[in-house]
C-alpha cells in the first residue's frame, strides 16, 4: 500500500515517517485538539465540505487548551494533503497537540505540534448503516458536562465517547446515546440526534453535546425546530437519524428493543445531504472548497 503524505509541523511527509516522543503531554493528558473533515468527489475537482466552519471549531477548540494556531496556514496545508495524495473522497483530520517540556500539568513551557492528515474514505459506521440503519443503546455513562469540558473536540474528552462506544458494542450494538440525570437526551458518541414527529423535524438540542456541523447543515436546508427532547419524546418519534461528518446522515432503526422505521423523511434528509456535499445543488456552493490540484501543487513546489 502507499505510504500516505501528511503534513507535519510545516513538512509534508510521508505517515510513516512521522514520529513523536513517548513524552508528548497529549498521550498522557489529553491535550490536543482535532478535527474531523470530509472532501468529496463532484463534477469538476474535489471539494471539501464546510472548511470554514471546522476551522473555526478548531480554531475555539485550541483556544480553549491555550493554544493559537495559524489557522491560514492550516487551510493549506489541507488543501495541500489532499492535492498531493490525489484524493477525491477522503476524511481529513487537522489535529493540535501539546509535545514535549515536562510532565506536569502546567502547558506554558511545553512544545505544540500541528498535523493534517488524511485518509481514502471509509464510512466509520460502515456503508451499510446508510442503507439500513443502527442499533443503539442508552449509555450508562453521562456525557462529559460542558462546564467540566467545553463540547469541542479536545482528544481527552473524547474517552468520554469511548467509554461509552465500548459499552454498547460489547452489548451487540452499533452505537450509543448519552442522557443526563433529568432523562433527556444529549447525543451520541459521534453524532448529532433528530427527531421525526408527525411530519415535523426536530434537532436534539443540548448544552453538553457537540455543536454538529451536519446538524447545523440538515437545520439550514430543511429549516426544522431546535429543543430539548426527553427519552420518552425520543422513543415515541416516528422516525429517529443521526449526523455527523463522518456518519452522514444515518438512520436510527433500534433504540434498547424499541423499533423505528427509515420513514420517507430521513431518506429525504439523506438524499439532500449527498446533493449538498457532491455539489449538485447550487444554492449550496458556498459551503464546497474546491481543491484544484494544479494550483495547489504550485504552492507545494515553491
Ligand atoms: N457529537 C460528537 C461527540 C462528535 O464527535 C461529532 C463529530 N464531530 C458530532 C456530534 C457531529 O459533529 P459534525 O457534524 O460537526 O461532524
Known amino acids: 500500500m502507499n505510504d500516505t503524505m501528511i503534513w ?3 513538512n509534508m511527509i510521508p505517515a510513516s515517517t512521522a514520529h ?26 474535489p471539494a471539501i465540505f464546510r472548511l470554514e466552519e471546522h476551522l473555526q471549531r478548531f480554531n475555539k477548540g485550541t483556544a480553549v ?10 487551510r493549506q496545508a489541507i488543501l495541500e494533503v489532499i492535492a498531493i495524495n490525489q484524493y477525491t473522497n477522503a476524511y481529513i483530520r487537522p489535529l ?25 474514505w471509509t464510512s466509520h459506521l460502515g456503508e451499510s448503516a ?12 453521562r456525557r462529559n458536562q460542558a462546564g467540566a469540558i467545553p463540547p469541542l473536540k479536545i482528544t481527552g474528552a473524547y474517552v468520554n465517547s469511548v467509554l461509552a462506544k465500548m459499552e454498547s458494542t460489547r452489548a451487540g450494538y452499533d452505537e450509543a446515546l448519552f442522557v443526563d440525570d433529568k432523562d433527556r437526551i444529549c447525543e451520541a458518541t459521534g453524532e448529532n440526534v433528530f427527531v421525526v414527529k408527525d411530519g415535523h423535524i426536530i ?24 429543543r430539548e427532547i426527553s427519552r420518552q419524546e425520543l422513543l415515541n418519534a416516528d422516525e429517529i437519524f443521526l449526523t455527523g461528518t463522518s456518519a452522514e446522515v ?12 427509515i420513514g420517507s423523511v430521513t431518506r429525504k434528509v439523506q438524499e439532500m445531504y449527498q446533493q449538498v456535499v457532491h455539489g ?16 495547489v501543487n504550485t504552492l507545494i513546489n515553491k
Not at 446508510?130 to 455513562?141: E, P, Q, V
Not at 444515518?250 to 422505521?261: A, C, H, I, Q, R
Not at 456552493?285 to 474546491?290: K, P, V
Request: some cysteine; overall charge negative; hydrophobic content about 35%.
Open 65 to 74: 487548551i491555550g493554544m493559537h494556531p495559524d489557522i491560514g496556514l492550516m
Open 280 to 295: 449538485e445543488l447550487s444554492n449550496y456552493q458556498h459551503w464546497l472548497t474546491y481543491v484544484e490540484s494544479q494550483k
Open 8 to 10: 507535519f509541523d510545516g
Open 130 to 141: 446508510r442503507l439500513n440503519g443502527i442499533r443503539a443503546k442508552i449509555s450508562s455513562f
Open 96 to 120: 493540535a497537540f501539546y509535545g514535549t517540556g515536562g510532565l506536569g500539568l502546567d502547558t506554558s513551557c511545553l512544545s505544540t505540534h500541528l498535523a493534517v492528515m488524511a485518509l481514502p
Open 20 to 45: 513523536c516522543s513517548v513524552l508528548t503531554h497529549a498521550l498522557h493528558y489529553g491535550t490536543g485538539v482535532f478535527e474531523g473533515i470530509r472532501c468529496y468527489k463532484t463534477q469538476t475537482h
Open 250 to 261: 444515518v438512520p436510527l432503526v433500534e433504540l434498547d428493543g424499541t423499533y423505528f422505521p
Open 203 to 226: 434537532a436534539v438540542k443540548h448544552s453538553d453535546a457537540v455543536s454538529g456541523i451536519t446538524r447545523q447543515t440538515v437545520m439550514e436546508f430543511i429549516g426544522t425546530e431546535e
